[in-house]
């Protein structure tokens, strides 16, 4: 069995709950059960009194201390209850575990929402395993080293073991019974080589164990208790912050003694987990002990974010009904209503989606937005924020009477930290790390062109500061320094490159800035911050605008790059960042030289797609139903099937020539999520399936049934109707699977290059029976639209793409009459039974194999994004039954003469 998670810690023997996930108990009276003490302290070499005295303390200690989350520098923090419990909100990140045995990393492997460093990667050796739930390596792992960044976990992972263990519910992470009931010690690390370098340079770490609980929490006694149960083997052992001790000899000197002591006594059965950051690890890793094993923490994914979320706002529901006066904010809070809220930030804006995966940036989310401070969907506003509330933690965090040199306030600090920011992005991009030698030669040099009197003095005095008070700045441990997060960094950097437009030439020299990095991965979120920061805070719409139009108009060295870059900035804007004129002008640009720009790559004509989806795409057939695009197919005669080797059976067998006596007219693109949305508010229905909307909304819309397609083109059929766009004898329906075929390989005769007939809906009324200008069809028989060679650059197939992309980004796979994407990306329901070929060509004989009525499975046609190349074929056909949805199946839109009902 796999424990992800430690489901509730419960009342046992007398005792009140530690916590309850989803129940409504009171935490007021927590305490410890009565009997674990009692048989922790037995058997014992101290009087049995004495013995139950001191395993009770450390019991009663390690509960309080650790009953609840810490939100020390979190900001202000006066709209959240002061005391979360944190058995309650607790969600165990994931972790990999590092293989030593193999030869590589895992590149993809993201901490802190950055790429890990070579020094990093160095620091780990090997290669990770997959993710896995942390709290299943710990049971796995009875020494366990866990790696991670500030924010990842690392510490309450360590406070919520202690307070498991403390509570007696150390089985419910799976251990066996002689395991379950261990006692609990947490330690920090930095203390015991203080303690070293100080005082007793010969302390054993379990003679700092017992003075450690001696001198902090007046527990006296422990160390004929602490060396019973380490023989034993019922010591749970957590050490905290290896990287906390700054010196690297004295850091040499604690694993050493960690080494001995794990040497000494995890052979009796105790249990040990260590933490450190990564960086700072790898030079002093422990190599001596049996079992070891060591795993780096990962940032949060979707269903931890809204575990976290749930769970949080569960959490003040509960105390809000219990104490409706209390700092929580009053009675009326719906926990439903506040994590939808949270969770459709987290969704639809990816500013708030990349801190959300930080452990400690997210309590800080649910405090901002349990504050009623508005979580903004641009990213620059967001960042804001939590930069803010990081400098005043920063700021409050000092003892009274500190005065660092130079830095007396936030305005100081900002105009240290923007250039610094920079300085950090052009030395490490896309990393964020630098050394303290390095850092500390930039600050001198700072200071001295502000004329400090003594920069060497200034510079020493900043660097303390950081390391003592400092959130946003951090040491990151091995003597290198850097942002809390990657973003942060990005963020200031950011506004060092916005502050440069006060230069002479600092509107051309950040466009030079602007083109120089626009394809490089490291630098995008630097460029997106630093145009949204002149677009939104300062409010230069029209230079925000001057310096997009002239990224797209310089000559670059990647296709698309500037483009995809131009897109993100709109979506990560919006509307208020450019000024009017610009907002539409660049929108149309980005679709002409963007998505069907020439030489761009296909994955990159998705990422601008996407990017105009969040725009605001300029497309009206795209998005609106009435504005939808249909391409005329002719009547004709055409090779339905396909005898090839790639053919599969069905196709072949009675494959053959087919005539469709009537012309039609089959949509340009699957219907889109926005052509769905529009149609179920105009419809008044409900979506059956909620994922079919949340996609972006010029993405083919999936997650739909036979049934509710069905539905949808005979709703359709009376409303065009009714207004006129569609004929008397016409009907809206699904292809059949004839029409679909003819209409993806050609007829016999097809139009001229370029001479497709393409129209709006409002026009087909007019051209309802005017056919293009024919030729002979030169590949009557091709297994693509375009012809026999398969091309990604022409089909999202294959996982080359990944995902569902916007309709528009493969103009070049159009078929002979200019459908697009009839080969791969969506699935698409046709009208017709599951039956054998040949197909009737007679109106009986096809009104019988296009019956809707029953339950008879129903053809796919087109293939999808996941699939192979011999599913996107023309002629490949595909059965389902008409209730499932499918992540890759939707619908396209046929208007036809011949259907009667």
Aim: charged fraction near 25%; hydrophobic fraction near 40%; charge should be neutral.
């Amino acid at each position: 069995m796999t424990y992800n998670h430690i489901d509730r810690i419960e009342a046992r023997n007398g005792a009140a709950a530690v916590g309850a996930l989803h129940g409504a108990l009171t935490i007021n009276n927590i305490g410890v059960p009565a009997d674990l003490a009692a048989r922790l302290a037995r058997p014992s070499p101290l009087p049995e009194d004495q013995a139950l005295r001191v395993a009770g303390d450390l019991l009663q200690y390690v509960e309080r201390y650790y009953r609840f989350l810490p939100l020390k520098g979190m900001g202000n923090t006066h709209g959240v209850p002061p005391r979360m419990p944190l058995a309650e909100v607790y969600v165990p990140p994931h972790a990999r575990l590092i293989l030593p045995q193999a030869d590589t990393l895992d590149e993809t492997l993201r901490v802190a929402g950055r790429a890990m460093g070579a020094e990093e990667r160095a620091a780990l050796g090997g290669r990770p395993d997959g993710p896995r739930p942390v709290l299943d390596l710990v049971r796995e792992h009875a020494t366990l080293v866990v790696l991670g960044d500030p924010g990842s976990g690392k510490s309450t992972l360590l406070g919520y073991l202690a307070l498991a263990f403390a509570t007696g519910q150390g089985g419910k992470l799976g251990l066996d019974a002689g395991q379950a009931e261990l006692l609990p010690l947490r330690l920090p690390l930095a203390e015991y080589a203080d303690r070293l370098r100080r005082q007793d340079a010969q302390l054993s770490l379990k003679g700092f164990i017992t003075g450690f609980f001696a001198a902090h929490f007046d527990i006296h006694g422990l160390d004929a208790l602490l060396e019973q149960r380490l023989h034993e083997g019922r010591v749970l052992l957590l050490l905290d912050g290896l990287d906390e001790v700054r010196e690297l000899s004295w850091r040499s000197v604690v694993v050493d003694r960690v080494q001995s002591f794990l040497c000494r006594f995890s052979p009796c059965g105790n249990r040990v987990v260590l933490t450190s950051r990564i960086v700072g690890y790898g030079k002093v890793r422990l190599t001596q002990v049996e079992g070891l094993r060591e795993c780096t923490l990962l940032d949060f994914g979707d269903a931890e974010i809204e575990a976290f979320l749930r769970r949080w706002t569960g959490v003040v529901e509960r105390l809000c009904l219990a104490d409706p006066g209390g700092p929580s904010g009053g009675p009326v809070y719906s926990a439903a209503r506040e994590t939808e809220a949270l969770l459709a930030a987290v969704r639809g804006n990816p500013g708030v989606r990349k801190l959300a995966s930080n452990p400690l940036l997210l309590t800080m989310l649910v405090i901002q937005k349990r504050n009623q401070v508005e979580l903004p969907r641009q990213r620059v506003r967001l960042y804001e924020q939590y930069v803010q509330s990081l400098l005043q933690g920063w700021l409050y965090g000092r003892s009274p009477g500190f005065v660092p040199a130079a830095l007396p306030n936030e305005i100081a600090l900002r105009r240290l930290l923007k250039p610094l920011a920079l300085w950090m992005q052009q030395t490490a991009p896309g990393q964020g790390l630098v050394a303290d030698t390095a850092l500390l030669s930039w600050l001198r040099s700072r200071f001295q062109d502000r004329g400090e009197p003594d920069p060497e003095q200034a510079a020493e005095a900043f660097l303390h500061d950081v390391r003592e008070h400092s959130g946003l700045l951090i040491d990151r441990g091995g003597n290198r320094f850097g942002f809390l997060h990657l973003t942060f960094m990005e963020y200031l950097a950011g506004l060092a490159l916005a502050d440069g437009l006060q230069e002479p030439d600092g509107q051309a020299g950040l466009v030079r800035t602007l083109v120089t990095h626009a394809g490089a991965a490291e630098w995008r979120e630097t460029l997106l911050l630093a145009l949204g920061y002149i677009g939104l805070r300062q409010e230069q719409d029209i230079i925000a605008a001057a310096l997009l139009t002239a990224l797209l108009d310089a000559a670059e060295t990647e296709h698309g790059a500037h483009a995809e870059l131009v897109a993100a900035a709109l979506a990560d804007m919006g509307s208020d960042g450019v000024s009017p004129e610009a907002w539409v002008r660049l929108r149309n640009r980005l679709w002409t030289d963007g998505m069907r720009g020439q030489g761009v790559p296909a994955e990159r004509r998705v990422r601008i797609g996407e990017h105009i989806a969040a725009a605001g795409d300029p497309r009206p057939g795209a998005l609106t139903l009435d504005a939808m695009e249909f391409c005329r197919v002719p009547a004709g005669r055409f090779f339905l099937g396909a005898t090839d080797t790639e053919a599969h059976g069905d196709e072949k067998t009675g494959a053959g020539p087919h005539r469709i006596d009537y012309g039609y007219w089959l949509a340009r693109w699957p219907l889109t999520v926005a052509h769905w949305r529009a149609y179920l508010a105009a419809a008044g229905r409900e979506a059956e399936d909620a994922d079919s909307l949340r996609a972006p909304a010029n993405t083919p819309v999936v997650w739909v049934s036979w049934h509710e397609a069905m539905a949808c083109v005979d709703w359709l059929t009376e409303h065009w109707q009714s207004r006129g766009l569609l004929p008397a004898g016409w009907r809206v329906t699904l292809p059949s699977e004839p029409e679909w075929e003819q209409a993806a390989k050609g007829g016999e005769r097809i139009p001229a290059p370029g001479g497709a007939l393409i129209r709006p809906l409002a026009q087909i009324a007019a051209d309802l029976g005017r056919d293009p200008a024919l030729i002979d069809n030169p590949e009557p028989r091709r297994r693509y639209p375009w012809g026999d060679a398969p091309d990604a650059e022409r089909m999202n197939f294959n996982m080359d793409i990944g995902r569902v992309s916007p309709v528009g980004c493969y103009a070049a796979g159009a078929s002979p009459y200019g459908c697009e994407e009839l080969a791969g990306n969506v699935w698409e329901w046709t009208r017709s039974r599951v039956e054998p070929y040949p197909y009737p060509e007679d109106a009986a004989g096809r009104a019988a194999r296009e019956d809707p009525s029953g339950s008879a499975g129903r053809v796919l046609r087109g293939g999808a994004f996941l699939h192979y190349r011999r599913s996107a074929r023309c002629s490949s056909r595909y059965d389902l039954d008409p209730d499932p949805r499918y992540l890759n199946v939707g619908l396209r839109l046929c208007l036809s003469p011949s259907i009667r009902r």
